[in-house]
């Protein structure tokens, strides 16, 4: 059968913002292009993942990295314990920065030393950093795919555009996170790039006052990760057209409050020419 699965990761959150726990499959609609589908997957469980952590090691970095190594701790410390972990460094290059013997890791300590001994000088190439990783996902063998970007959001050295890295991102189905770090007279400062990259598929944008926050920032996010609800469905249009479509999934249980729904936006239909969502066409 010729059927493609259309995967969603769903957080669910209450009125008061903590996590909407014991919903049943009934009490979730999901909708592509304003069209009702049915639900033929569905799973609320704590399941491991792939995570890649993205990190920004240009010049104006240096002062914060000590505090991001030391989050990365701290998420580790709330994640599942057979997560699959990697980091991607980046300043006008972009490395995969454990050792070269290690692919993936759950080991906080591994994780901190690529961080903090990396020298943070130069340009910035977020995109590429950001396309390395998705590369770098498709090597895990966990069914989800996680990335936590940490930068200021600005680009002046990747080859590749934002529409690209968008259009990847689709693909691929990974979950992106994204931490903005920057000074307020910082000129390459973009939270705009951040918040469409978390927007679009599914995650969710921080743009913390103190770097002291980026902890706390860590745990949510990991805390998020584990209390996420898996929805799957058939698409109702069987055109394999390239067109981008958009999905609303709409949450309501009796007995509870209002209920916010945060998933991905859409996706690309496989086959023909991709053309792109109004997300992912940003500049």
Not at 126 to 154: F, H, P, T
Not at 171 to 200: E, M, Q
Not at 212 to 224: F, G, H, K, P, Y
Not at 234 to 257: C, D, L, P, Q
């Amino acid at each position: 059968m010729d059927v493609a699965l259309v995967v969603l990761h769903a957080t669910v959150s209450n009125r008061q913002g903590g996590f909407a726990s014991n919903l049943r499959e009934q009490d979730f609609q999901v909708y592509e292009d304003g069209v009702p589908q049915t639900i033929r997957l569905f799973r609320h469980e704590d399941i491991p993942v792939t995570v890649g952590l993205v990190v920004d090691h240009s010049g104006t970095m240096r002062p914060k990295l000590a505090e991001v190594a030391a989050a990365t701790r701290t998420f580790v410390q709330f994640s599942h314990r057979e997560d699959q972990m990697f980091v991607v460094n980046f300043n006008e290059n972009v490395t995969l920065s454990l050792p070269e013997a290690i692919r993936f890791t759950d080991s906080s300590a591994e994780l901190e030393r690529a961080i903090a001994n990396a020298p943070a000088s130069g340009m910035t190439a977020l995109y590429a950093a950001i396309a390395k990783a998705l590369e770098q996902l498709q090597a895990g063998d966990r069914d989800k795919k996680v990335l936590i970007v940490i930068s200021d959001g600005g680009d002046n050295a990747s080859a590749q555009s934002l529409a690209q890295v968008m259009l990847t991102a689709d693909r691929s189905g990974a979950v992106i996170y994204t931490i903005g770090l920057f000074d307020p007279d910082d000129p390459d400062r973009n939270p705009g790039v951040l918040n469409r990259l978390a927007r679009a598929t599914g995650g969710e944008a921080f743009l913390p006052g103190e770097l002291s926050d980026v902890v706390a920032i860590c745990e949510r996010i990991a805390r998020d990760i584990r209390n996420q609800y898996t929805i799957g469905y058939v698409s109702t249009n069987t055109a394999r057209n390239g067109a981008y479509r958009a999905i609303r999934v709409v949450a309501r249980a009796a007995g509870k409050s209002a209920l916010s729904v945060r998933t991905r936006a859409g996706y690309t239909a496989a086959g023909g020419e991709p053309r792109l969502g109004k997300n992912q066409g940003a500049k």
